[in-house]
């Protein structure tokens, strides 16, 4: 069967019908759900509605019962102070609670002080018109209770608007002496009522309180404007039952007709401080149209899947023959890579391309663990590779390994981990026997030019010896001919003789101390040691030295207390005299005197600083990029080789890891060392 013809399948059998079937169960399911689910919302709603309430209630209730034990308050009601002491007391408390107003009550019912100073100051609670009031029925229930008291809202005409009371005793020395009283107005219900958050727009907050046998609506409605206190239902009667519910202390959730006649979800509760119902619902018809409005967004996404799935599974197909080809795309890429590629997989093989395969006699290697394919000592070396891997997520090393025929390569081997579970490892391995041969020709024909270099120099360094050796020959022969000739005239005396022998022992030493330098120069040395740059440079001018004196050079040394540093100190002390040898030669063809060389050693950071400057002239412009190349030379009259500069730099560059420079200055040249320190010393 060909492939559109099983995607096809796939499309109609595999995808589109449990599609379809699947939606049609989660509409199901969801019709079913939705009610449930607003439910749940609404009663949380009620919930926190309900705990801010008991909040408020509570505060307002501990605000009092403190206010009571004020000192103030109980002096006024024991007439010991005047009530007008009492505006800034109390009319802080009743900005701080946001209540209408304040009040002090004495213990016969004569309110003694309000903030707002209405008409029913200095009026008696429980006297006409006030004594069937919810003012003065709570005030009783306060002092029957000796505790605080709350009442239901109600119309109280000094306010000319609606509001409910707390009311707390005052108590002296046991005694009720009189009470402390705030009002609250139904502006306080407006966090409860008025927000209507995740509500909708038919969602709608009532709030209720029991009159006889009647519920009154106390708040204003959403969708229906000034019914507060005008719209009462009859207890037990077939309407409003979630207020019906509400108002009988309980709490639930269901679907019911409200005063509009429509049908509504709905959840109740009670708060219970000051004895309200509260009932929150929004219109099922609103609950629903989410529902229809969301099969038709369904319907239209069911066609859009439809040709997205059909597009999806063309451009399927067409991936699907594209990878095809960049399999064997890769394949030949992988077969035409000149280097051995494979890839690990929990230590065995996954993949080998050819290449590999040949290089162990096309040996099935899927499976097979890499470190059964190599001998011992390889394979405990590549355990510790393979390791490293894990570790670092990248490695390249260098390996020796022999193929199946016994033939030894060098390996340059690349591994690497592919995936976040670090269970594959990619490897490439590139045979770079020739490009090592080669690498190791090159390092042995440099390190022949610097053994050529410094053998060039040896008939310089001869002609220094005998600059060196010149003096204490002439000494010793002058001293020998002297005892020579006090013998021949008998005129010998044991002091003089004596102080002759000492004087050719002296030279015979110095001479002696001459050759040990030079040979020690070209005694062959390829250790690193912990050297001071300063004790190798004395050793370099110990060479030369007599050279610069007789030529009447002056050389000023300034070395600093430096770090020890691990170098090649013979080579260093090759790279000094050359570069030492060339300051001497470019100082006397300047022919101007004083002829100087400065050498100075410092330490900077992490470096060390060798500066060997010179009054000779500087380097021409022209010539600054070449004095570094192989066998070039400005002293052709002088037979230069041309290797002195070269082979300094491939010293310090290559083997002391550092660097050589050169600047002119205003007198001369300075040609500058860079040496890194090293914590092996």
Request: glycine share 4%; hydrophobic share 40%; net charge neutral.
């Amino acid at each position: 069967m060909k492939i559109s013809h099983k995607l096809t399948l796939v499309l109609i059998f595999g995808i589109l019908f449990p599609v379809f079937f699947i939606i049609g169960y989660i509409l199901f399911i969801m019709h079913q759900t939705l009610q449930e689910t607003i439910e749940k919302n609404l009663h949380t709603n009620i919930q926190h509605r309900i705990i801010f309430a008991n909040d408020y209630a509570m505060d307002i209730t501990r605000h009092l019962k403190i206010l009571s034990y004020n000192k103030i308050l109980q002096n006024v009601l024991s007439k010991k102070q005047n009530p007008d002491i009492l505006k800034s007391l109390l009319g802080y408390n009743l900005e701080m609670e946001e209540f209408y107003d304040m009040f002090l009550i004495d213990k016969n019912g004569t309110i003694l002080y309000t903030v707002k100073k209405e008409s029913d100051l200095h009026k008696n609670l429980l006297q006409s018109p006030f004594k069937d009031g919810k003012f003065a029925k709570t005030f009783q229930k306060a002092f029957t209770l000796g505790d605080i008291a709350i009442s239901n809202f109600d119309y109280y005409p000094p306010s000319k608007k609606y509001a409910a009371f707390i009311v707390m005793p005052i108590f002296q020395n046991e005694k009720i002496i009189g009470a402390v009283a705030a009002q609250i107005d139904t502006n306080i219900l407006t966090p409860l009522t008025n927000d209507y958050n995740g509500l909708g727009k038919t969602g709608e907050i009532a709030l209720g309180q029991k009159i006889g046998n009647k519920i009154v609506i106390i708040n204003k409605l959403r969708l229906a404007h000034n019914q507060e206190f005008k719209n009462y239902i009859d207890i037990n009667s077939d309407q409003a039952i979630p207020m019906q519910k509400a108002i009988s202390n309980n709490e639930g959730n269901g679907i019911f007709k409200d005063y509009r006649n429509k049908k509504v979800i709905a959840s109740w509760g009670y708060i219970d401080p000051f004895n309200i119902g509260i009932v929150i619902k929004v219109d099922e018809e609103e609950v629903f149209s989410n529902l229809h409005y969301l099969l038709q967004i369904i319907f239209v996404f069911g066609v859009l899947i439809f040709f997205l799935i059909s597009y999806v599974i063309w451009r399927v197909y067409n991936i699907m023959t594209a990878q095809e080809k960049l399999k064997t795309q890769f394949k030949q890429f992988m077969e035409n890579i000149p280097a051995n590629v494979f890839i690990l997989k929990d230590e065995r093989f996954f993949y080998a391309n050819e290449k590999m395969k040949r290089f162990h006699k096309n040996k099935k290697l899927e499976g097979t663990k890499i470190i059964d394919l190599f001998p011992k000592e390889i394979s405990e070396e590549l355990f510790l590779f393979e390791k490293e891997v894990m570790q670092n997520g990248y490695v390249q090393k260098y390996f020796t390994v022999k193929d199946e025929q016994d033939k030894e390569s060098i390996r340059h081997i690349y591994a690497f981990i592919m995936d976040k579970s670090k269970q594959s490892i990619g490897v490439i391995s590139f045979d770079v026997t020739k490009q090592k041969k080669l690498e190791q020709k090159l390092k042995d024909q440099e390190e022949l030019m610097i053994a050529q270099s410094r053998h060039a120099a040896m008939g310089e360094m001869i002609s220094l010896i005998a600059h060196q050796w010149r003096q204490p020959i002439s000494v010793i022969a002058m001293s020998a001919n002297n005892i020579l000739v006090d013998i021949e005239l008998g005129d010998i005396q044991n002091n003089s003789l004596k102080e002759g022998i000492e004087e050719i022992i002296n030279q015979t030493q110095y001479l002696s101390q001459t050759i040990d330098d030079f040979r020690n120069f070209f005694k062959p040395n390829k250790q690193k040691e912990c050297s001071e740059i300063s004790t190798v440079f004395n050793d370099a001018l110990q060479i030369i030295s007599t050279s610069l004196h007789n030529n009447n050079i002056e050389v000023k040394n300034d070395f600093q207390k430096t770090q020890m540093v691990y170098i090649y100190p013979k080579e260093l002390m090759q790279v000094l005299l050359n570069i030492l040898k060339n300051a001497k030669e470019a100082t006397l063809a300047q022919q101007q005197y004083p002829a100087q060389i400065f050498n100075t050693i410092y330490e900077e950071k992490d470096k060390i600083i060798i500066k060997i400057c010179n009054t000779g002239d500087s380097i021409d412009k022209s010539i600054r990029k070449r004095i570094f190349e192989p066998y070039f030379s400005t002293k052709e009259e002088q037979n230069g080789t041309g290797l002195g500069l070269y082979m300094s730099k491939i010293i310090i560059e290559k083997h002391l890891n550092g660097v050589l420079s050169f600047h002119n200055t205003k007198n001369g040249v300075c040609f500058v060392i860079t040496l890194q320190t090293d914590t092996n010393c």
